[in-house]
């Protein structure tokens, strides 16, 4: 009786440990088996100084686009990962958030969203270059995630938006025993530091102020409560069998 005992406790702790870990590793779980719609609003990031910028021009004259684009537009996108180039290649609005621009005078680019900033810029080429288009990124674009997922560090996102998925992702996702259901996110502001708490395993994400992130957000992937019990399940596992394995020896010597 004591072995069946043990050992149906045993299974039991097992299998209450796997429906946990699985409820923990699921995304957005109270989502309608039948399907809806989820619509996040991205956030119109307002341009700051000291902000980076990736500007390209592009003219259908390859000597004026060289000149304006340093070094050149073909190349420098597979630069793009390249910090000093960047810092060195980049366009930084100054204390007042004005932009020199070769050839083209300086721009003010404080307060306006990329769009803005674009149509600002597209606007200065038109008085010379009809037929010039305009890239414009933020180039000090970065994220830094830590904690418990499989690559933890920093990346530079090129991409108007970025969602907390898409990041997660890029760090090779939350590992096993990393919290799903409070996901820290730290937001530089001009007040302080601001926080938000993401529950990735509710729906209730979409929602969230820090679903869509900004640069230099950190996201801090706290450790499940039951970690050191998940990680010792195997010698828990092995101490049982080895219980078991003792009851038969001493009932059977006992019965010699």
Do not use: W
């Not at 341009?47 to 004026?64: A, H, K, N, R, V």
Request: net charge neutral; aromatic share 10%; charged share 20%.
């Amino acid at each position: 009786m004591r072995v069946k005992f043990i050992v149906t406790i045993g299974i039991v702790l097992l299998l209450l440990t796997g429906c946990n870990r699985r409820s923990q590793l699921l995304y957005m779980k109270n989502l309608n088996p039948a399907g809806e719609e989820l619509v996040a609003k991205p956030p119109q990031y307002k341009l700051q100084p000291g902000d980076l910028l990736f500007i390209q021009l592009i003219t259908s004259s390859p000597e004026i686009s060289q000149a304006f684009n340093n070094p050149t537009g073909s190349q420098y996108l597979s630069r793009a990962n390249d910090e000093t180039s960047l810092y060195f290649s980049g366009y930084t609005l100054d204390e007042e958030g004005f932009v020199s621009l070769p050839f083209l005078g300086s721009a003010n680019l404080l307060g306006l969203t990329l769009d803005e900033a674009r149509n600002e810029i597209r606007t200065l080429t038109e008085k010379m270059y009809k037929d010039a288009s305009v890239i414009v990124k933020l180039a000090n674009f970065r994220i830094t995630v830590v904690g418990e997922v499989r690559r933890p560090g920093t990346f530079r996102n090129f991409n108007d938006y970025l969602s907390i998925f898409e990041a997660l992702a890029q760090v090779g996702d939350i590992s096993e025993n990393g919290n799903r259901k409070n996901v820290l996110v730290v937001r530089q502001t001009d007040t302080g530091s601001k926080t938000f708490r993401v529950n990735l395993n509710d729906k209730s994400v979409f929602t969230s102020e820090a679903f869509y992130l900004l640069p230099n957000d950190v996201i801090i992937v706290e450790p499940i409560g039951n970690k050191i019990f998940q990680m010792n399940v195997p010698y828990i596992t092995l101490t049982f069998s080895t219980i078991s394995t003792l009851i038969l020896l001493y009932n059977f010597i006992t019965r010699l």
